[in-house]
Protein backbone atom coordinates (compact mmCIF):
# COMPACT_ATOMS: atom_id res chain seq x y z
CA UNK A 1 0.00 0.00 0.00
CA UNK A 2 1.48 3.39 -1.05
CA UNK A 3 2.36 6.22 1.73
CA UNK A 4 -0.59 8.54 -0.04
CA UNK A 5 -3.02 5.21 0.46
CA UNK A 6 -2.15 5.16 4.18
CA UNK A 7 -2.55 8.83 4.67
CA UNK A 8 -6.07 8.56 2.96
CA UNK A 9 -7.44 5.66 5.11
CA UNK A 10 -5.97 7.24 8.24
CA UNK A 11 -7.78 10.66 7.58
CA UNK A 12 -10.79 9.02 6.96
CA UNK A 13 -13.80 9.42 9.07
CA UNK A 14 -14.26 7.01 11.77
CA UNK A 15 -17.98 6.65 10.86
CA UNK A 16 -16.67 5.17 7.55
CA UNK A 17 -15.03 2.69 9.18
CA UNK A 18 -17.62 1.36 11.95
CA UNK A 19 -20.72 2.58 10.77
CA UNK A 20 -22.64 5.25 11.84
CA UNK A 21 -23.96 3.48 14.97
CA UNK A 22 -27.61 3.30 14.24
CA UNK A 23 -29.15 0.02 15.21
CA UNK A 24 -25.63 -1.36 15.93
CA UNK A 25 -25.88 -4.75 18.08
CA UNK A 26 -24.67 -2.72 21.04
CA UNK A 27 -28.18 -0.69 21.91
CA UNK A 28 -30.14 -4.00 20.59
CA UNK A 29 -28.27 -5.67 23.73
CA UNK A 30 -29.11 -3.31 26.20
CA UNK A 31 -25.79 -1.04 26.32
CA UNK A 32 -25.64 1.97 28.43
CA UNK A 33 -23.92 4.84 26.08
CA UNK A 34 -21.99 5.91 28.71
CA UNK A 35 -17.94 5.73 27.88
CA UNK A 36 -16.64 2.28 29.14
CA UNK A 37 -14.10 4.41 31.74
CA UNK A 38 -17.41 5.79 33.68
CA UNK A 39 -20.24 3.64 33.19
CA UNK A 40 -19.87 1.57 36.42
CA UNK A 41 -23.66 -0.54 35.36
CA UNK A 42 -22.04 -1.85 32.24
CA UNK A 43 -18.76 -2.80 34.45
CA UNK A 44 -20.81 -5.03 36.80
CA UNK A 45 -23.17 -5.85 34.53
CA UNK A 46 -23.94 -9.91 34.47
CA UNK A 47 -23.70 -9.62 30.61
CA UNK A 48 -22.75 -6.10 30.03
CA UNK A 49 -18.72 -6.22 29.89
CA UNK A 50 -18.17 -7.58 26.40
CA UNK A 51 -20.43 -5.22 24.72
CA UNK A 52 -18.43 -2.31 26.39
CA UNK A 53 -15.57 -3.97 24.54
CA UNK A 54 -17.42 -4.12 21.40
CA UNK A 55 -18.68 -0.77 22.00
CA UNK A 56 -17.30 1.74 18.86
CA UNK A 57 -15.47 4.27 20.71
CA UNK A 58 -13.64 1.31 22.64
CA UNK A 59 -12.26 -0.07 19.40
CA UNK A 60 -11.58 3.15 17.75
CA UNK A 61 -9.43 3.98 20.60
CA UNK A 62 -7.98 0.93 20.30
CA UNK A 63 -7.13 0.57 16.54
CA UNK A 64 -5.74 3.80 17.00
CA UNK A 65 -3.63 2.36 20.02
CA UNK A 66 -2.14 -0.48 17.84
CA UNK A 67 -1.67 1.85 15.10
CA UNK A 68 0.51 4.18 16.88
CA UNK A 69 2.75 1.41 18.31
CA UNK A 70 3.39 -0.22 15.13
CA UNK A 71 4.94 -3.25 15.77
CA UNK A 72 5.56 -6.55 13.36
CA UNK A 73 2.76 -8.50 11.88
CA UNK A 74 1.81 -11.75 13.48
CA UNK A 75 1.21 -15.24 11.75
CA UNK A 76 -1.28 -13.89 9.31
CA UNK A 77 1.59 -11.94 8.14
CA UNK A 78 -0.85 -8.67 7.78
CA UNK A 79 0.69 -5.67 8.01
CA UNK A 80 -0.74 -2.84 10.59
CA UNK A 81 -1.24 -0.77 7.09
CA UNK A 82 -3.76 -3.36 6.50
CA UNK A 83 -5.93 -2.96 9.42
CA UNK A 84 -8.67 -0.46 8.85
CA UNK A 85 -9.32 -1.71 5.07
CA UNK A 86 -9.91 -5.32 6.64
CA UNK A 87 -11.83 -4.06 9.20
CA UNK A 88 -13.90 -2.52 6.93
CA UNK A 89 -14.71 -5.41 5.26
CA UNK A 90 -15.00 -7.59 8.04
CA UNK A 91 -15.60 -5.82 11.45
CA UNK A 92 -19.49 -6.65 12.13
CA UNK A 93 -18.86 -10.57 11.38
CA UNK A 94 -15.95 -10.39 14.00
CA UNK A 95 -18.11 -7.93 16.16
CA UNK A 96 -21.19 -10.81 15.72
CA UNK A 97 -18.49 -13.67 16.67
CA UNK A 98 -17.33 -12.20 19.34
CA UNK A 99 -20.47 -11.24 21.31
CA UNK A 100 -21.53 -15.27 20.45
CA UNK A 101 -18.98 -16.32 21.46
CA UNK A 102 -17.59 -17.92 18.69
CA UNK A 103 -14.24 -15.82 17.72
CA UNK A 104 -11.17 -17.66 17.60
CA UNK A 105 -8.14 -15.81 18.48
CA UNK A 106 -4.98 -16.68 15.87
CA UNK A 107 -1.46 -18.22 17.72
CA UNK A 108 1.18 -15.91 18.21
CA UNK A 109 3.96 -16.34 16.56
CA UNK A 110 7.08 -17.15 19.05
CA UNK A 111 10.06 -14.35 18.60
CA UNK A 112 13.22 -15.36 20.82
CA UNK A 113 15.17 -12.46 22.31
CA UNK A 114 18.48 -12.75 24.10
CA UNK A 115 18.65 -11.98 27.58
CA UNK A 116 21.74 -10.11 28.63
CA UNK A 117 22.93 -13.03 31.41
CA UNK A 118 22.51 -15.26 29.12
CA UNK A 119 19.36 -17.44 27.47
CA UNK A 120 16.58 -16.39 26.02
CA UNK A 121 13.11 -14.14 26.37
CA UNK A 122 10.14 -15.63 24.71
CA UNK A 123 7.80 -13.19 23.71
CA UNK A 124 4.71 -14.40 21.48
CA UNK A 125 3.70 -12.04 18.40
CA UNK A 126 -0.15 -11.52 18.09
CA UNK A 127 -1.59 -11.02 14.81
CA UNK A 128 -2.63 -7.41 14.54
CA UNK A 129 -6.60 -8.00 14.44
CA UNK A 130 -5.87 -9.96 18.01
CA UNK A 131 -3.89 -7.04 18.99
CA UNK A 132 -6.47 -4.36 18.48
CA UNK A 133 -8.85 -7.07 20.46
CA UNK A 134 -6.35 -7.64 23.40
CA UNK A 135 -6.15 -4.23 23.90
CA UNK A 136 -10.31 -3.37 24.06
CA UNK A 137 -10.46 -6.03 26.26
CA UNK A 138 -7.41 -4.23 28.92
CA UNK A 139 -9.05 -0.58 28.03
CA UNK A 140 -12.46 -1.83 29.38
CA UNK A 141 -11.06 -3.98 32.34
CA UNK A 142 -8.02 -2.02 33.37
CA UNK A 143 -10.03 0.84 35.25
CA UNK A 144 -12.17 -1.69 37.25
CA UNK A 145 -8.48 -2.95 38.95
CA UNK A 146 -6.85 0.16 38.98
CA UNK A 147 -8.76 1.30 41.90
CA UNK A 148 -7.73 -1.08 44.04
CA UNK A 149 -4.62 -1.87 42.69
CA UNK A 150 -1.45 -1.50 45.03
CA UNK A 151 0.10 1.41 45.32
CA UNK A 152 3.45 -0.18 45.86
CA UNK A 153 3.19 -1.44 41.87
CA UNK A 154 4.73 0.51 39.10
CA UNK A 155 4.56 -1.72 35.73
CA UNK A 156 2.70 -1.61 33.16
CA UNK A 157 0.04 0.76 34.76
CA UNK A 158 -1.30 4.04 33.42
CA UNK A 159 0.40 7.23 35.50
CA UNK A 160 2.91 5.01 36.94
CA UNK A 161 6.46 3.67 35.87
CA UNK A 162 10.21 2.66 36.64
CA UNK A 163 11.48 5.73 37.70
CA UNK A 164 8.69 5.98 40.29
CA UNK A 165 10.15 2.46 42.20
CA UNK A 166 13.25 3.76 42.23
CA UNK A 167 12.42 6.89 44.16
CA UNK A 168 10.04 4.37 46.51
CA UNK A 169 13.28 2.12 46.82
CA UNK A 170 15.38 5.26 47.81
CA UNK A 171 13.26 6.43 50.20
CA UNK A 172 12.88 2.65 52.10
CA UNK A 173 16.47 2.39 52.19
CA UNK A 174 16.65 6.20 53.80
CA UNK A 175 14.41 5.02 56.28
CA UNK A 176 17.05 2.57 57.05
CA UNK A 177 15.97 -0.28 55.51
CA UNK A 178 19.50 -1.20 54.03
CA UNK A 179 18.84 -4.91 52.87
CA UNK A 180 16.71 -6.02 50.47
CA UNK A 181 14.94 -9.26 49.37
CA UNK A 182 15.38 -9.17 45.68
CA UNK A 183 12.78 -11.53 44.55
CA UNK A 184 12.60 -12.87 40.88
CA UNK A 185 9.77 -15.63 39.86
CA UNK A 186 10.88 -18.37 37.45
CA UNK A 187 9.72 -18.30 34.37
CA UNK A 188 6.53 -15.95 35.39
CA UNK A 189 4.92 -15.51 32.15
CA UNK A 190 5.53 -18.73 31.16
CA UNK A 191 4.57 -20.97 34.10
CA UNK A 192 1.00 -18.78 35.35
CA UNK A 193 -1.79 -21.17 36.13
CA UNK A 194 -4.45 -20.45 33.66
CA UNK A 195 -6.88 -21.96 36.46
CA UNK A 196 -5.67 -19.46 39.05
CA UNK A 197 -5.47 -16.84 36.92
CA UNK A 198 -8.75 -16.67 36.09
CA UNK A 199 -10.38 -17.46 39.63
CA UNK A 200 -9.11 -14.02 39.93
CA UNK A 201 -10.27 -12.80 36.09
CA UNK A 202 -13.52 -14.33 37.78
CA UNK A 203 -13.87 -12.01 40.68
CA UNK A 204 -14.83 -8.51 39.18
CA UNK A 205 -15.42 -10.12 35.91
CA UNK A 206 -19.69 -11.79 35.71
CA UNK A 207 -19.85 -11.60 31.89
CA UNK A 208 -19.03 -15.12 31.00
CA UNK A 209 -18.49 -14.56 27.23
CA UNK A 210 -15.27 -12.18 28.41
CA UNK A 211 -14.06 -14.85 30.76
CA UNK A 212 -14.41 -17.36 27.61
CA UNK A 213 -12.46 -15.02 25.50
CA UNK A 214 -10.03 -14.16 28.13
CA UNK A 215 -9.59 -17.66 28.35
CA UNK A 216 -9.44 -18.18 24.64
CA UNK A 217 -6.67 -15.97 24.04
CA UNK A 218 -4.35 -17.81 27.10
CA UNK A 219 -4.64 -21.25 25.57
CA UNK A 220 -4.48 -19.58 21.48
CA UNK A 221 -1.48 -21.67 20.98
CA UNK A 222 2.26 -20.65 19.91
CA UNK A 223 2.92 -20.83 15.98
CA UNK A 224 7.16 -22.34 15.75
CA UNK A 225 8.07 -24.12 12.26
CA UNK A 226 4.36 -24.05 11.16
CA UNK A 227 3.20 -26.04 13.67
CA UNK A 228 0.84 -25.02 16.97
CA UNK A 229 1.56 -25.53 20.43
CA UNK A 230 -1.20 -25.83 22.76
CA UNK A 231 -0.67 -23.99 25.67
CA UNK A 232 -2.07 -25.36 29.13
CA UNK A 233 -0.51 -22.38 31.31
CA UNK A 234 1.83 -18.97 30.88
CA UNK A 235 0.37 -15.84 29.32
CA UNK A 236 2.84 -14.29 26.27
CA UNK A 237 4.50 -11.25 26.61
CA UNK A 238 3.94 -9.31 23.57
CA UNK A 239 0.61 -9.22 23.87
CA UNK A 240 -1.78 -5.81 24.88
CA UNK A 241 -3.57 -8.13 27.70
CA UNK A 242 -0.45 -9.85 29.30
CA UNK A 243 0.14 -6.99 31.42
CA UNK A 244 -3.06 -6.55 32.69
CA UNK A 245 -3.24 -9.80 33.47
CA UNK A 246 0.10 -10.48 35.45
CA UNK A 247 -0.87 -7.13 37.55
CA UNK A 248 -4.63 -9.43 38.54
CA UNK A 249 -2.62 -11.80 39.46
CA UNK A 250 0.49 -10.62 41.88
CA UNK A 251 -1.47 -8.06 43.17
CA UNK A 252 -2.96 -11.09 45.81
CA UNK A 253 1.22 -10.95 46.07
CA UNK A 254 1.03 -7.30 46.65
CA UNK A 255 -1.88 -7.72 49.38
CA UNK A 256 -0.36 -10.20 51.28
CA UNK A 257 2.60 -8.11 51.87
CA UNK A 258 0.95 -4.82 52.15
CA UNK A 259 -1.44 -7.19 55.32
CA UNK A 260 2.68 -8.49 56.59
CA UNK A 261 3.74 -4.39 56.84
CA UNK A 262 6.51 -4.90 54.30
CA UNK A 263 7.87 -1.74 52.42
CA UNK A 264 8.30 -2.97 48.56
CA UNK A 265 8.05 -1.97 45.49
CA UNK A 266 6.88 -4.36 42.39
CA UNK A 267 7.48 -3.78 38.72
CA UNK A 268 5.67 -6.79 36.56
CA UNK A 269 7.63 -9.94 38.04
CA UNK A 270 10.83 -8.34 39.96
CA UNK A 271 9.67 -7.69 43.28
CA UNK A 272 11.97 -5.99 46.13
CA UNK A 273 11.19 -5.78 49.60
CA UNK A 274 12.87 -3.68 52.16
CA UNK A 275 13.76 -4.86 55.73
CA UNK A 276 16.35 -4.19 57.91
CA UNK A 277 17.75 -6.72 58.51
CA UNK A 278 19.73 -10.25 56.75
CA UNK A 279 17.97 -12.63 58.96
CA UNK A 280 14.44 -10.29 58.66
CA UNK A 281 15.13 -11.00 55.01
CA UNK A 282 15.92 -14.72 55.12
CA UNK A 283 12.54 -15.26 56.80
CA UNK A 284 10.21 -12.86 54.22
CA UNK A 285 11.92 -14.88 51.16
CA UNK A 286 11.38 -18.05 52.44
CA UNK A 287 7.68 -17.36 53.79
CA UNK A 288 6.78 -15.91 50.70
CA UNK A 289 8.26 -19.11 48.72
CA UNK A 290 5.61 -20.99 50.10
CA UNK A 291 2.43 -18.49 49.51
CA UNK A 292 3.57 -18.12 46.28
CA UNK A 293 3.25 -22.09 45.74
CA UNK A 294 -0.17 -22.36 47.62
CA UNK A 295 -1.40 -19.45 46.45
CA UNK A 296 -0.29 -18.99 43.34
CA UNK A 297 1.68 -21.76 41.53
CA UNK A 298 4.48 -19.65 40.99
CA UNK A 299 8.02 -20.50 41.58
CA UNK A 300 10.56 -18.82 43.06
CA UNK A 301 14.10 -18.68 41.08
CA UNK A 302 16.37 -19.33 43.54
CA UNK A 303 19.49 -18.68 41.53
CA UNK A 304 18.51 -14.93 41.05
CA UNK A 305 16.55 -14.29 44.39
CA UNK A 306 18.81 -12.96 47.01
CA UNK A 307 18.90 -11.36 50.41
CA UNK A 308 21.74 -8.74 49.67
CA UNK A 309 22.75 -5.37 50.58
CA UNK A 310 20.40 -2.44 47.88
CA UNK A 311 23.80 -1.46 46.56
CA UNK A 312 24.86 -5.28 45.43
CA UNK A 313 21.96 -5.26 43.62
CA UNK A 314 19.92 -3.70 40.87
CA UNK A 315 15.99 -2.42 40.31
CA UNK A 316 14.80 -1.70 37.44
CA UNK A 317 18.39 -0.98 35.95
CA UNK A 318 19.20 1.05 38.45
CA UNK A 319 21.20 0.91 41.75
CA UNK A 320 22.27 2.67 44.58
CA UNK A 321 25.16 4.79 46.74
CA UNK A 322 26.37 2.69 49.86
CA UNK A 323 25.85 6.59 51.66
CA UNK A 324 23.77 6.87 54.56
CA UNK A 325 21.27 8.69 52.68
CA UNK A 326 21.87 6.85 49.70
CA UNK A 327 22.10 8.74 45.79
CA UNK A 328 20.62 7.12 42.90
CA UNK A 329 22.79 5.44 40.07
CA UNK A 330 23.43 3.61 37.20
CA UNK A 331 23.94 -0.26 37.51
CA UNK A 332 26.99 -1.74 36.36
CA UNK A 333 25.23 -4.07 34.57
CA UNK A 334 23.36 -1.64 32.58
CA UNK A 335 26.53 0.23 31.58
CA UNK A 336 28.14 -2.86 30.30
CA UNK A 337 24.80 -3.68 28.05
CA UNK A 338 25.02 -0.78 27.14
CA UNK A 339 28.81 -0.60 26.21
CA UNK A 340 28.05 -4.25 24.48
CA UNK A 341 24.90 -2.75 22.01
CA UNK A 342 27.73 0.31 21.53
CA UNK A 343 29.86 -2.48 20.03
CA UNK A 344 27.51 -3.92 17.71
CA UNK A 345 26.45 -1.11 15.65
CA UNK A 346 29.49 0.94 15.42
CA UNK A 347 31.35 0.02 11.99
CA UNK A 348 34.58 -2.16 12.34
CA UNK A 349 35.47 -1.65 8.95
CA UNK A 350 35.35 0.32 5.39
CA UNK A 351 32.09 0.57 3.93
CA UNK A 352 30.11 2.30 6.35
CA UNK A 353 29.26 6.12 7.02
CA UNK A 354 30.63 6.98 10.39
CA UNK A 355 28.22 9.87 10.16
CA UNK A 356 25.49 7.91 9.53
CA UNK A 357 25.19 5.34 11.77
CA UNK A 358 26.04 8.28 14.44
CA UNK A 359 22.57 9.84 13.38
CA UNK A 360 20.79 6.74 12.55
CA UNK A 361 21.60 4.21 15.30
CA UNK A 362 24.13 5.66 18.08
CA UNK A 363 22.65 8.96 18.43
CA UNK A 364 18.66 7.35 18.78
CA UNK A 365 20.11 4.53 21.18
CA UNK A 366 22.06 7.13 23.51
CA UNK A 367 19.12 9.67 23.54
CA UNK A 368 16.74 6.79 24.75
CA UNK A 369 19.39 5.89 27.36
CA UNK A 370 19.80 8.61 28.70
CA UNK A 371 16.26 9.64 28.84
CA UNK A 372 15.72 6.55 30.98
CA UNK A 373 18.82 6.38 33.19
CA UNK A 374 18.46 10.75 33.92
CA UNK A 375 17.63 9.45 37.53
CA UNK A 376 21.10 8.91 38.58
CA UNK A 377 22.35 11.71 41.08
CA UNK A 378 25.97 10.61 40.36
CA UNK A 379 26.87 11.70 37.06
CA UNK A 380 30.35 10.60 36.16
CA UNK A 381 29.51 7.98 34.73
CA UNK A 382 27.86 9.88 31.70
CA UNK A 383 30.97 11.72 31.78
CA UNK A 384 33.07 8.47 31.38
CA UNK A 385 30.58 6.77 28.80
CA UNK A 386 30.51 10.22 26.64
CA UNK A 387 34.65 9.58 26.41
CA UNK A 388 34.87 5.77 26.19
CA UNK A 389 32.06 6.02 22.92
CA UNK A 390 34.91 9.14 22.00
CA UNK A 391 37.51 7.06 21.84
CA UNK A 392 35.65 3.92 19.89
CA UNK A 393 34.86 5.97 17.05
CA UNK A 394 38.68 7.33 16.86
CA UNK A 395 40.15 3.93 17.19
CA UNK A 396 37.16 3.04 14.20
CA UNK A 397 38.58 5.67 12.18
CA UNK A 398 42.13 4.94 12.43
CA UNK A 399 41.71 1.09 11.67
CA UNK A 400 39.82 2.58 8.55
CA UNK A 401 43.04 4.15 7.27
CA UNK A 402 44.87 0.77 7.19
CA UNK A 403 48.23 2.12 6.02
CA UNK A 404 50.91 4.55 7.35
CA UNK A 405 50.70 6.66 4.27
CA UNK A 406 46.90 7.29 4.68
CA UNK A 407 47.14 7.73 8.19
CA UNK A 408 49.77 10.71 7.74
CA UNK A 409 47.56 12.30 4.98
CA UNK A 410 44.08 12.20 6.65
CA UNK A 411 46.40 13.77 9.93
CA UNK A 412 47.17 16.53 7.89
CA UNK A 413 43.76 17.24 6.20
CA UNK A 414 42.43 17.41 9.70
CA UNK A 415 44.86 20.49 10.46
CA UNK A 416 47.66 18.67 12.45
CA UNK A 417 51.52 19.67 11.62
CA UNK A 418 53.41 17.68 9.34
CA UNK A 419 56.26 16.53 12.35
CA UNK A 420 52.86 15.63 14.49
CA UNK A 421 51.47 13.77 11.49
CA UNK A 422 54.31 11.87 10.73
CA UNK A 423 54.76 10.72 14.44
CA UNK A 424 51.69 9.79 14.88
CA UNK A 425 51.06 7.93 11.78
CA UNK A 426 54.21 6.03 11.99
CA UNK A 427 54.78 4.74 15.58
CA UNK A 428 53.56 1.11 15.14
CA UNK A 429 51.18 1.20 17.70
CA UNK A 430 47.86 -0.73 17.58
CA UNK A 431 44.47 1.24 16.90
CA UNK A 432 43.30 0.92 20.49
CA UNK A 433 46.37 2.69 21.66
CA UNK A 434 46.15 5.75 18.93
CA UNK A 435 42.80 6.70 19.79
CA UNK A 436 43.42 7.26 23.12
CA UNK A 437 46.58 9.70 22.27
CA UNK A 438 46.59 13.82 21.69
CA UNK A 439 47.08 13.25 18.02
CA UNK A 440 43.36 11.37 17.58
CA UNK A 441 42.48 13.69 20.07
CA UNK A 442 43.25 17.15 18.29
CA UNK A 443 42.39 15.46 14.78
CA UNK A 444 39.19 14.69 15.61
CA UNK A 445 37.59 16.41 18.67
CA UNK A 446 34.23 16.36 20.67
CA UNK A 447 33.08 19.17 18.44
CA UNK A 448 33.69 17.13 15.03
CA UNK A 449 31.30 14.62 16.58
CA UNK A 450 29.10 16.99 17.51
CA UNK A 451 28.86 18.02 13.48
CA UNK A 452 28.06 14.44 12.77
CA UNK A 453 24.98 14.57 15.16
CA UNK A 454 26.34 12.78 18.18
CA UNK A 455 24.84 13.89 21.44
CA UNK A 456 26.49 13.81 25.23
CA UNK A 457 24.67 11.48 27.25
CA UNK A 458 25.85 14.06 29.99
CA UNK A 459 24.47 16.87 28.65
CA UNK A 460 21.11 15.05 27.96
CA UNK A 461 21.08 13.80 31.51
CA UNK A 462 21.53 17.56 32.56
CA UNK A 463 19.18 19.02 29.68
CA UNK A 464 16.83 16.16 31.36
CA UNK A 465 17.24 18.22 34.83
CA UNK A 466 16.69 21.38 33.74
CA UNK A 467 13.43 20.24 31.93
CA UNK A 468 14.32 20.31 28.53
CA UNK A 469 15.61 17.85 25.71
CA UNK A 470 18.52 18.03 24.17
Known sequence: MSEADAESR?????????????????QEDGASNTPASTSRKVFLGEQGLLVAVVKR?????????????????????????????????EWEQIKEALLKGSYRPQPVGRVEIPKPGGGVRELGIPTVLDRMIQRTIAQVLSPIWEKDFSVHSYGFRPGRSAHMAVKAAREFIAEGRRW??????????DRVNHDVLMARVARKVQDKRLLGLIRRYLQSGVMMGGIVEPRSEGTPQGGPLSPLLSNILLDDLDKEL??????????????????????????????????????????????????????????????????????IKVAGESIRRLKEKVRKITPRGRGRSLGRVIAEKLTPLLRGWSQYYRLAETKGIFEELDQWIRRKLRCIIWKQWKRPGTRYERLRRQGLDEERSRRGASNGRGPRWNSGQTHMNAAFPHSYFVRLGLISLLGSVRAYARGTSS
Not at 63 to 78: C, H, Q, S, T, Y
Open 10 to 26: AEMPEADLWGSGRNSRE
Open 258 to 327: ERRGHRFCRYADDCDIYVRSRAAGERVLESLKGFLSRQLRLKVNEAKSQVARPFQRKYPGYSVTMHHKPR
Open 180 to 189: VVDMDLEKFF
Open 57 to 89: ENMIRALKAVERNKGAPGIDRMAISELRSYLRK
